[in-house]
């Protein structure tokens, strides 16, 4: 694979490439690095790769590598850029014939991932997205359960996303992370929400099938001088009837990243919380809750299928996230095979961006529900 | 004391027993157990009540105990009747001169707590309301610590309160408890916010030490052919300029008494849950998250002053409504002493009413924000 | 009832009063509440009691108390006193006609826990121990099933009690708990295990249904001028052929009061832990985890008849006691009712002191195991 | 690096292979995957490895791979067979020059553990210990503040390992985890001693910054038709007075991984559990319990150097290993660099068999201490 963004002092950057490397079958074969030549190169050089397949540009790493032979040159390109950079770069990958995994959100605002859905059907390509927590056996299980009507007709689902990071102005400090999230240029119309929030709208929806019809929300910039959200709580009701609330917050001193999730049904309940990510809890009518957990010879085949180890022995964020790559590069490989994949596409792309946008009108509004299509 | 209501069948007028009687210095006299005058006597007889001290109707009673000589008579009314007989029988004690101790909600609806809030001002007599979760010694010890300032300015306020016992319709059943509070005449105009959001409401208001002023509310009855809501979740904004959310359900299947509480100011953040009372996490920017524990010698002296046993001698639910009913003993023993109390008065029985009311005029407006005042 | 100890300053006294109180239907009518007479009747007189109740010496109350009414006198004798005048209160309140409900440990020694057994046998009085963590619902529980078979046969046995309030030398000051723990003629050979780890064995047996007979155990005084041990260890094997650890410590610096047991058949595993009592975990071998908890449907009948309150509202130590003082006043009332009991006798009493003393012999002894008969 | 053992149906080899991967910089390019042949190819194979760099035998592979280039060759080699071939694989490959990466136990009996450590000595090569836990940052955050003295003078070490997964004869089924690990001729004097005990202990050691110089031990084989135990318990005395408890067991019905430790001194405990890693509690003295975790800007330099990802990303087993394959390969690379290093070398190894012997030793006899040298 090749990469675009993810050079010195970024974050996301390597984690993916811990997630790619981590199986083995993925190999990191070029990127750039850096919108700064330089620091490109130094960055490509401090992993290992030759000068000549370290860019100083995307543009020129797309048309420098399409010609190249197909057992030389990379087979997708990762994308792990500040969020205005997702759309060129995507678009621009596919043009030159590659398939794309882009770190979420998949664009700085909807109208370009319309465009790149477009792009993507034309192209046949592969376009996947990084939401990572999907990659947890214990969310697919989550997931497996409510489909196979374990919950049955789901009622409730309250999701949480609670970070204190950016409690003070971090972004007036040289913190890259906190200064390209908080610059709507670079990040679009919300930091909260388009950072965190598109992360828990997007759980809600994969483990509980639904699909969220109409929000209420109210979103806060809760630090001076901020020009972005940094907090928010979101009412959602959901297509079957379900209803729920979605809140996230960059401001919950001493919070990590928490992100955690209840889901109810006329059946039975569950939970999940990522700090604790193998562990599910579930909650059966009238009998004790269980505990589920990562390794389970009682858990699904897919959730089975995401666990390197036997349980007991802990994975975490970096095994969440080698899941959707070892998906993602299978795809890649066998595009028609049929198999369900578990990486999110283009689709959860255009409504994580649809209800990104839908959030900031809604908190400006005085009108109750904002529907979201 | 003397009781109105929790004869056989009932589950908060045991609880009220168990909580008077904890600490000696309260002795049941008298009550009037049911409307039904057969049910009250074999339920007081069951108690050990002398014959002549249990009444048929609370009217006799009130009449026949203030002729009583001072050093016989009971000396204050608990009332555990459903709520529509929170008013009457209130107004009737205070108007033959007895203090009252009564349960949440204040009473039937907003009205009736105005009115009530007049009577008691006009008798100087003692008015409480068991909002137990104030009993707690942890729930005392945060609302100091961020009297104290010791989260800076408030910012978040995330307040739940699960339960599941209602995921069915236990109304069909002989279940006196599922029966009237699903009934409008006996629980008012909502079920879910009228039981169980009132207590979160109040928790939060009195934790915070902020006032809620405005509201977006969505409730909904899930189970079929329920004229009452049975889950509700409402966007929240207070004085200061905090958000929250509260979110109450009582369909929320597996969830047995869960009320939780997280508070986030900008220098530190808490969080409270009621089925672990003995524990209150503070979350202190930049440092390790700090387990504080019942009885731990760094409480605040109010906190201390509730409990009964060393650390790790757990006190539950029976002791928190102890600590409401102490507390308001000691009020009618001295109520002038300046003491401040723990149990919550008149005032916040309006705060309450008027809450649950306007979350039901919410829920039904397409108006996003409604004022509370 | 009358009581023996608990005046001021002291700890358990109150907490059996709290107990006893908690229920209605037993209260304190007379005390000694000291040894000196002062003393004794200032406790009283802030207990509320008449002076002419309120005894100088417990030879004197027994003596008074026997020539009463027997519709006024006492009915049971509660002794909350430091260990070595068990044995002489129990011994004179049973000479004059009293039933026991006795603090452990039973005696100042094992020579007087048989003396004691034998007077009980004689006179055929109830003579009962307060090991109060059988009173949790939990413990019930877990005896239940383990009696039921949930457990197969029982392997292994873990049981830990960690404290740390005695990890400085605070006998040397005026704390009037430690000072007595500490000096061997008030509370016999060991302190740790005298106190604590006597507990600790009681539940292991008591849960399990086995019986220990041979033990090895390595006792330790940590703080510098102690008599007594202030932590032990001590391997257990039982009489089924399973194994097992005891650990106790007065020294583990920052554990409260940390009671905690595993157990582990050749079916199915539990843990249950004293500081977080309504949760009971059922591990079945194949299967997730279980979290029993108190209120629940589940629950045995046994369990189920010591709880107070729904789900989800917590109950606790008092509680728990509050269980062993309502069955013992029903064993007074009805002695040969043929219910069995859970307050445990003077044989639990017995085996008990001879654990104590056996764990003293064993830690001053190079022979690997000893025999506990 | 190069590998022996790990082939099809193993479980250790896979996860060292992930941990080499994981960071980028260790590169796998050859091995002997079994001891059969075609077997050893297949695996090889499945890995991507060119025919010619999988080996057949060991000894062809340390014969092989010294005689080519040494920008070619394997750097170390990776030995993750049954513990049987630990001594031979490792010391051919010293003899071939080169550097060694051995799993636990480091040999069959304690006389191959000191002949390897002399063979170590000779050759001045590196030899790394994989005890696993180590790599954990916050068990490295445990052995700095011990080292620092925030515990104070250290009394009481609990350690726990519990594990349930042999609870029924696997070993007579064609499961070869449970297969080598009961065979006396694979595994050794010890099943559960050997493959789990030598854990515990090693992390006892190693962040207590103490040395156990005399054990008691029960060893039991609770399996029927098993040669080798299943299930132990040891006392524990270090060398500065401290006291303590090892128990382990692979017959725990229901229990994963469970290895806990916990530590008690004058001044602080702290208690940790491997499977969840990222919390360590430490508790001070009078003062609330700490929650430390993973990534948090207060720990020291050492445990934050071993982390990838910010506070909140759960990090587990493999980043573990990890950290132990990124320590050892940074010392190959720089040997004699003199930053201390994580990785255990062949003193644990040889502390680790003298312990796993003597615990056999003093299960068999009836006196009570024998000492560890």
Redesign the interface.
């Known amino acids: 694979m090749g990469m675009v963004g993810g050079g010195e002092g970024a974050?996301i950057g390597?984690?993916h490439?811990?997630a790619a490397?981590?199986?083995?079958?993925i190999e990191?074969v070029c990127g750039t690095f850096s919108a700064d030549p330089d620091k490109s190169r130094r960055s490509g050089s401090a992993?290992?790769l030759p000068q000549e397949r370290v860019y100083g540009s995307y543009a020129e790493m797309m048309r420098v590598e399409s010609a190249m032979d197909p057992s030389v040159r990379m087979q997708f390109v990762a994308i792990v850029t500040p969020n205005h950079l997702h759309y060129p770069v995507a678009d621009c990958a596919l043009e030159h014939g590659f398939h794309v995994l882009c770190d979420k959100p998949a664009t700085l605002n909807l109208a370009e991932a319309i465009h790149l859905k477009e792009r993507v059907a034309a192209t046949r390509l592969q376009f996947g997205l990084t939401h990572t927590y999907l990659g947890y056996p214990l969310v697919q299980e989550a997931r497996s359960r409510i489909a196979a009507g374990s919950l049955g007709a789901i009622?409730?689902v309250?999701v949480?996303y609670?970070?204190?990071?950016l409690?003070?102005p971090l972004e007036q400090t040289d913190n890259k992370q906190a200064k390209w999230r908080l610059d709507p240029a670079q990040a679009g119309l919300s930091s909260c929400m388009g950072d965190i929030g598109v992360h828990a709208f997007n759980l809600a929806e994969y483990i509980s099938g639904l699909q969220v019809t109409q929000i209420?929300a109210?979103l806060?910039s809760?630090v001076d001088g901020r020009n972005l959200d940094d907090?928010g709580?979101v009412?959602l009701?959901f297509d079957n009837g379900a209803?729920?609330?979605l809140?996230a917050?960059q401001?919950?001193?001493?919070?990590?990243?928490?992100l955690a999730i209840?889901i109810?049904?006329?059946?039975?309940?569950l939970k999940w919380s990522?700090?604790?990510?193998?562990t599910l809890w579930?909650?059966?009518?009238?009998?004790?809750?269980?505990?589920?957990?990562t390794?389970?010879?009682?858990l699904s085949s897919t959730a089975g299928a995401l666990t390197?180890?036997?349980?007991?022995?802990?994975?975490?964020?970096?095994?969440a996230f080698a899941n959707l790559y070892k998906d993602f590069a299978a795809q890649v490989a066998a595009p028609s095979s049929g198999t369900p994949s578990i990486c999110p596409g283009i689709e959860a792309g255009c409504r994580g961006m649809a209800f990104i946008e839908l959030t900031v009108t809604s908190s400006q509004?005085?009108?109750?529900?904002h529907d979201l299509v």
């Open positions: 974050f390597a984690v490439r811990h490397l981590l199986d083995g079958g990191l992993l290992g009622r409730k309250l949480q609670s970070q204190g990071w409690a003070k209420c109210d806060t809760f907090d709580s009412l009701r209803k729920g609330v809140t917050s401001v919950s001193v001493g919070e990590e990243n928490g209840q109810y049904g006329d059946k039975a309940g990522q700090q604790e990510p193998n579930f909650l059966p009518e009238g009998e004790p809750v269980q505990m589920l957990r390794g389970g010879d009682y390197r180890t036997p349980m007991g022995h802990p994975e975490g964020y970096i095994e509004s005085d009108i109750k529900w």
